[in-house]
């Protein structure tokens, strides 16, 4: 039985898949196992996958005979998995340095408490070259779970990585990501984790982040689904988003709901899990709440966008 799965979902990605896999191989950590699955494809990829697994003995390789869409497959590779720990790397991204996977493997034998490891990550253009640093947890060792959840909402962003730069043990990630979420399934996968255990941070770079314009959260950015999963994920996991905002007032926080549901309802279309998250928020501020921030917030909003134009000229 191996330490760790490291699997590899890819799709389309026939350009970045040697390198890929070259920076899991490299690795100095070896106690794992690498599955590679390619969800139907047809750009050269399955020949590809098909000549590492041949090449070495860890390597399990898949063809899907049809496409399952990016988070069913992203589960089909989990339900393979035979590891203690997971570690996702994605077919367009990289390990860093060799070093990475041990040392997250190493942080979480340390933390028995903690369910989820992460560190510090580099987004990449399409030949590789360093872009910047991404915005990572503001403490390093460890955090509670309800606390990196809240950390996360508070700053309204996704501070732990994308799924290509964390290491989590299976037994608490056996639900899988929910696909039902398309923009942020990462960061709620990492939510449902840190329900059950903290979050350890480490302070080396580990992964590199490929960006371009064929990945399929680039799509997603670019359908505006993002506000309606955010108020899916505010209701779900209210009592951290409670948590974030623990200095508000309750008008405040109620003002924060209503500004949440306001942008949601803004999307069309909407799936229909977006209306029960809807009804579950409204319940806890109440219409009349949600109408009187709603009028506050038209009548405050163009003197928000004039010191918006103000300060883009100075």
Known sequence: MPRV????????YSGYLEEAVGSILAQDFDDFELIISDDASGDGSAE???RLAEADR???AYVQPQNHGMVPHWNWCLDQAKGEYIK?????????????LGQLVRALDAQPSAVLATGQRQWVDEKGQTLFRAESMPSLGLTNGREATAVCMNADRNLIGEPSAVLFRKAAGRRGFDPTFRQLVDLEM??????????????????SFRVHGAQQTAQNARSRIASVETMRMVARYHDSFRHALKGYSE???????????????????QPAEA????????????????????????????FVNLRRKFRKRS
Request: positive net charge.
């Open 5 to 12: 799965s490291v699997l590899v979902p890819t799709y389309r």
């Open 48 to 50: 590809k996958i098909q």
């Open 58 to 60: 860890r390597v399990r």
């Open 88 to 100: 996702y790397l994605f077919g367009d991204d990289c390990f860093a340095s060799p070093r990475a």
């Open 190 to 207: 990492w939510y449902c984790l840190l329900e059950a255990g903290d979050l350890v941070t480490v302070p080396d770079l580990v992964l």
């Open 251 to 269: 008008a405040q926080y109620q003002r924060a709901l209503s500004q949440i549901i306001y942008y949601a309802k803004k999307q069309r279309p």
């Open 275 to 302: 209306k029960a998250a809807e009804l579950s928020l409204m319940h806890r501020i109440g219409n009349g709440n949600y109408q009187k921030n709603l009028l506050l917030h038209r009548l405050k909003k163009p």
